[in-house]
Structure formats: C-alpha cells, structure tokens
C-alpha cells in the first residue's frame, strides 16, 4: 500500500474506554491501528466484518486470556472511523454494542454529509453561480 490509511474517531465513545484499559492492551491496539494504517489486507485475526451489517467492522484485539473488540466502519475506502469499544466476556457480540455502533456509523455519516453541503455552499464555484 502506497499511502496511510487515516483514522478518524468519531465521538468520545473509544477515549473513554482506551482511558480505562492496561497499558498492555494500549500497546496492543496501538500495533493493531498500525496495522490497520498500513497494510492492504489485514488479517480477519485483527479486523472482520460483522455479519448482518452494512460496512460495520470489528478491529480485534487479544491480550492475555482478554479479548477486546473496537467498533469501526471505512470511509472512502481508507478512512477507519472507531466507534464505540468494549471488552467482550462471552462468544457472541452483544447484540446492544453492535446496534450502539450501527446508530453511531450513521451518526457520522449525517455529520460529515451536513459538512459536505456547507463546504459545497461555501465554495467559490458555487458563490459564483449564486451572482449570476
């Protein structure tokens, strides 16, 4: 891969749970987002698809006997944009953790679609068809 992936965090979600954990798993998610950043195929080891969902991944972080999952989706193809995270206790996902990040994927794309149309509002190609 040529460029860096960016990613973006979207809302407080991940910063209060990455304010909470080990300084073993920081270290961990942050070879994890490295990863991410850099390769073009990361392993499902560390990023997977969430069956039954549009786009919503789950970056996948092991230390010890714990396992920690790190919600994202992409944008533009190499945007990451992490949602919400939590320490997974048993098999499956919780059902309310995946809907919480699924709200807040949506969430982002309403915001960035609103910022989208300011900026294409703004801009000097528009201003001038505005004075025509």
């Given amino acids: 891969m040529t460029t860096e992936r960016k990613i973006i965090f979207h809302g ?3 910063h209060d749970f990455y304010l909470e954990v080990s300084d073993n798993v920081k ?3 942050g070879y994890v987002f490295r990863l991410i ?8 080891k560390f990023l ?6 549009d786009g919503l991944y789950e970056i996948r972080v092991e230390v010890g006997s714990n396992v920690y999952r790190i919600f994202c989706c992409f944008d533009k193809g190499n945007l990451v944009v992490l949602f919400n995270a939590f320490q ?3 098999q499956k996902t919780p059902k309310q953790e995946i809907e919480l990040a699924e ?5 982002y794309f309403n915001i ?8 294409r509002r703004n801009s000097p190609a528009e201003r001038a068809n505005k004075k025509r």
């Fill in 12 to 14: 407080h979600y991940f």
């Fill in 27 to 29: 270290e961990k998610i």
């Fill in 37 to 44: 950043k850099t390769v073009d195929k990361v392993s499902e």
């Fill in 48 to 53: 997977k698809h969430i069956e039954g969902t």
């Fill in 88 to 90: 997974k206790k048993t």
């Fill in 103 to 107: 709200k807040l994927k949506k969430e």
């Fill in 112 to 119: 960035k679609d609103k910022q989208n149309e300011k900026e």
